[in-house]
Structure formats: C-alpha cells, structure tokens
C-alpha cells in the first residue's frame, strides 16, 4: 500500500501514481475536497485479488467457479456510517472528484462506481460496474453496455419509467470484482457474501452494502440521452462517442472522511477487473468440452481482454483445438488462444513464447477463422465489426516422444 500525503490536483494527478504503482494508492489529501480521500487499484493484480478473498493465489480461479454454484444470502441493518452526511438534489462536483486522467480529453469522470438495481421483472438485486461523465450539477451521463443493466432500463423504459438505482464507491474489493462478473441470474453481493461478511441497508427498496463509502441514489431518465464519451477503454485507445442515458442524482451520502475510489482508465486494475472474472466463467464452460484444463490467464498485453493462454493435460489428439474453440466461445470477445502443455506457466510469456518455439509447426498447430464478431474494443475490426481469429495449438503430439519436448533442468 502506498500513502500519498503530498497535495494532489485531480486532473491528472492520480494518473502518474496509478500507471507507475502495481499496489494500491490511497491519495490522503486532494487538491479541492478537504476530508475526502482517494483510493485506486485496490484490484490491480490476480494476487491482490486472491489476497482479499482470503484464498490461495493458485486456488483464486476454481473458488471463484464455486462461489457462483453457491452464493450466500447477506442479512440487514438499519443504519451505516455513510448515512452520517446527506445532501439533496447536490451539485456533485463540489463533494467527489471526477478526474480527468489524460491530457486532450476534457470531459470529467467516476470509474470506480458501482450500480445497483433491480430486476423489474423478477426483482433480483444486480451490481455492475459503470463509468459516469459529469453534465451538471446533478446528472451524470451513464455508460450501459447491453448486459443487465441495459435491459433493467430497457424495460423500464418501454413501461414509461425511469430506473431507480444507487451508485456506490469505496467497497471492498470482493464486491468489486463481483460486480465485474457477468453470470446468468446472479446477485453479485450474494457472491461477494461468499468471501466476505457484510450487511446491507434497503434505501428506496435497494439493498446498499452499509460498508459503502459513498453512495448516491437516484434514477436513470427514461427519455434523456447526451454524448458520451469520449473514454480511454482497457485497451488503452479511445472508445467511440455515443448516445447514452443520464442519471438524475437525488441524493447523496457520504461518511466522514470517505474513500473514492478511482480505476484509471486502461491501467492494471481496469484491466484485471474485466479479464479475472472472464477467466472464471472461461475455466467453467471450456471444462464442460475438455475436463482437463488447468488454467486459463488473459494476458496484459492482449488487455486482459482479447488474447489468452489456457494449458490442459492432453489426453487426445484435437484436445488443444478443442480447449481453442471452447475458449472463443466462452468468451467471444476473444481473439486469439495459445494452447499449451500443463508443464507451461501460463503467465510466464518466455516458456509460452518457448513452447511456440519448441512445440508448434505452424502449418499444423496454426487455425484461423475468417469473419466472426469481435470485441468493439478492438480498434483492427473496422466499420463492420468483423474479425480473423486464431488458435495455437502448441501442445506436444502424443505420437512424440515426449521426453525430447522437456527442457532439461
């Protein structure tokens, strides 16, 4: 953990700290906003992340995929400590720093905010991460991918209602990376329950971790759109500028001397909280097609999003294809999967690099699949959204002799 005690302007100044450091920063004072304290990757390596589920750091994955089989119920409280301070209808700006991170991109914004809302048609709670741009005063501009969320409005919307919702910041990071994970059906505090123990308070019929920092609630706008963006995303290029909802801020608590927590857009943490949780749901359905896959990573260099290394204990000729395609369809964000023998770390790129060197003949290993749908994060697509895949299948031919693949220790 690193103590920031020197003065730091919010525009660009938790950039510098963010990009060097691979720990969390907590910044005690911010240029501006007497009291509050900032705090960014919280979640911005696997281990920190095994770290505050309290797991083995080799056991992170497989605990992960147990915890969504059985999620636990967390109970309730009538009071927090962020209820200490309420503000009506506030001006934002004047209580939370929405930074800018780079210079040429004016437009201000929280990261590290997370939504709750309820399902209109079966009244299940839902967590999700969602960045927000400062309008005015009391409204924000909300970025919905079409997940959960975007079908709560959506649905709303076609009632002729406004979604009710509550932001909440500086949680632990259980909740953080729960609510990164997409799951059928899940309430992402009930998975974050599993690891650690909390309550929550029901404010206008939502259930709100009490150990919340800071909480705002109010509603995303049936019939009011603007321009987002536009937005650094984890591959560290710009995302387009889009029509996207507002919110309408009613009310707003804080506790003293709160935690804000920012993700810099692109950094380490951005990109772990989108890539783990991926590589979770990724080990469990790639199982069902090949049982023995060890371990599946997506790399920083393919922005823990497009590109990964999965390592299974072959059993069959075709496995590594197998393990290829079960991972493109796991995740069809992804664009291309190197397949390696158990005996490979995964995260370590000279063996993986190794094993493309030693083990793979391109005309037989190499697969490419021409004109599927890629990631809209991927600037190489075009206009058409269309993209090449490929998998390596750099495991040993069982036909080989095995023992000539080992490197000699």
């Not at 536009?230 to 710009?238: A, I, Q, R, S």
């Not at 005996?343 to 699949?369: C, F, H, M, S």
Request: proline content about 6%.
């Amino acid at each position: 953990m690193l103590y920031v005690d020197d003065e730091v302007e919010p525009d660009y100044g938790f950039t510098e700290y963010l990009k060097r450091e691979d720990k969390p920063v907590v910044f005690n004072r911010v240029k501006g906003y007497r009291g509050l304290r900032v705090v960014g990757n919280l979640c911005a390596s696997r281990k920190m992340m095994a770290k505050a589920l309290n797991v083995p750091y080799d056991k992170l994955h497989d605990v992960w995929v147990e915890a969504l089989e059985h999620p636990k119920p967390y109970g309730y409280t009538d009071s927090a400590p962020f209820m200490g301070e309420k503000f009506e209808n506030p001006e934002i700006s004047r209580h939370l720093p929405f930074p800018r991170f780079y210079r040429g991109l004016e437009k201000h914004y929280a990261t590290g905010t997370i939504v709750l809302a309820r399902d209109p048609e079966t009244g299940r709670m839902n967590a999700s991460f969602h960045r927000l741009m400062l309008l005015e005063d009391n409204r924000l501009a909300i970025r919905l991918v079409p997940r959960d969320l975007y079908r709560f409005y959506m649905v709303n919307k076609e009632a002729g209602r406004d979604t009710r919702v509550a932001i909440v910041s500086g949680v632990h990071p259980s909740i953080c990376m729960a609510a990164a994970t997409s799951y059928p059906d899940l309430n992402e505090l009930q998975l974050a329950r599993v690891f650690h123990e909390f309550e929550c308070v029901d404010l206008d019929g939502l259930d709100v971790p009490a150990e919340a920092e800071v909480v705002m609630l109010g509603r995303i706008l049936k019939d009011v759109e603007v321009n987002e963006g536009p937005f650094v995303d984890l591959t560290e290029t710009l995302d387009i500028v889009r029509r996207q909802p507002v919110v309408e801020v009613e009310r707003l608590y804080m506790r003293n001397e709160a935690l804000w927590h920012v993700i810099l857009p692109g950094g380490l943490e951005h990109k772990h909280l989108m890539g783990v949780p991926q590589e979770v749901r990724m080990l469990r359905i790639v199982r069902n097609t090949v049982p023995t896959v060890k371990r599946i990573y997506l790399t920083p260099g393919g922005c823990c999003w497009l590109h990964a290394v999965v390592s299974i204990r072959k059993l069959r000729e075709g496995d590594g294809k197998n393990a290829g395609l079960a991972a493109l369809a796991a995740h069809p964000s992804l664009k291309m999967v190197i397949v390696v023998d158990d005996d490979i770390d995964v995260e370590n790129p000279y063996e993986v690099e190794w094993a493309l060197a030693t083990r793979l003949q391109p005309d037989k290993g190499i697969v490419v699949i021409p004109g599927a749908r890629g990631s809209s994060l991927d600037p190489s697509q075009g206009k058409k959204g269309l993209t090449a895949k490929w998998i390596i299948d750099a495991t040993i031919p069982l036909e080989m002799n095995k023992g000539s693949f080992r490197r000699i220790v």
